[in-house]
């Protein structure tokens, strides 16, 4: 809100620390994309209502995943989250919030048991219904080995990898879900897993920033429609252009979540698929 407020933004490109200004004029700004698990913050503050009345054009990522105190400590408890998701669809149309259910990952714990984080899938995913959001994002767990130490270290918790016959039944049983509460089910940089699963059931790979997304809320608008080719397209990525002006440095996230690879107060490294925010 400062860098809107003063019109501009430092930002510090994090490979080789040069700082350069993105402007933050309404007239020069299509749309501003946020990505979070808690909006707490930013909803008591009053900072939507200020954004939009400034002018400018919001769009939501906002991941809920099943609750869980050793994956997600920090996080407030899920109907807290649930009622965030209603006020902001309250505030902008309700196809300008994308649900993430992101990552989804299977461990094994202290005593050995299997276990997953898909137990509230359902509950989460008739609340969304219910606020009118109709895209849902996900994505499996990539088992960095700074993020297996930790959990081993920290929690005594082994994150296990998954074949992709079984991620396939996973995202096919999400997909019946959603499907009959009329919500779209994208893959975030999931190329082979999409490439393998074909035009199955609809399942399309997501766009984090999408501009044909963005026009089709909004109208036409200024935008390029060029993929960033700062982003892992590789891996399937299908993001358009756009500039990030967050820092995890400078506004580390204090959430704590244990298969963080993005936040320094977690892990060095960039935000990605999954572990960001
Ligand atoms: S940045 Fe990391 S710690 Fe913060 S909410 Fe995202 S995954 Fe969790």
């Known amino acids: 809100m400062e860098g809107i407020r003063a019109g501009g933004f430092q930002v510090e490109n994090p490979y080789n620390g040069r700082v350069s200004r993105v402007p933050a004029d309404p007239g020069r700004v299509a749309a501003i994309v946020f990505w979070s698990k808690n909006y707490h913050a930013f909803l008591e503050g009053g900072y939507a209502a200020e954004l939009l009345e400034r002018g400018y054009r919001l769009f939501f990522h906002f991941t809920v995943n099943s609750p869980h105190k050793v994956l997600e400590p920090g996080l407030p408890d ?40 898909l137990a509230d899938f359902v509950t989460i995913a008739e609340c969304m ?35 992709q016959e079984k991620r396939i039944r996973v995202l096919g049983r999400m997909n019946q879900v959603l499907k009959s509460l009329g919500i779209r089910l994208q893959v975030c940089c999931e190329k082979e897993l999409w490439e393998a699963l074909g035009l199955q059931e609809g399942i399309r790979p997501g766009a984090c920033v999408s501009h044909e997304r963005l026009e089709a809320i909004y109208g036409p608008l200024a935008l390029s429609h060029r993929r960033d080719r700062g982003q892992r397209s590789a891996a399937g990525c299908g993001c358009h252009e756009s500039r990030d002006v967050g820092s995890y440095r400078r506004q580390p996230c204090g959430h704590g979540c244990l298969y963080c690879y993005g936040n320094p107060v977690r892990a060095e490294g960039r935000c990605g698929k999954g572990g960001g925010p």
């Open 78 to 117: 899920l109907d807290e989250r649930l009622h965030q998701v209603r006020k902001l669809t309250e505030l902008v149309p309700p196809e300008a919030v994308n649900w993430r259910f992101d990552p989804v990952c299977w461990f094994r714990n202290g005593r050995g048991e299997v276990q997953n984080n």
């Open 129 to 163: 219904a219910r606020a009118g959001v109709s895209t849902c994002t996900t994505s499996f767990l990539d088992i960095y080995p700074k993020v297996r130490r930790r959990a081993q270290l920290e929690a005594r918790l082994e994150f296990m990898g998954v074949e």
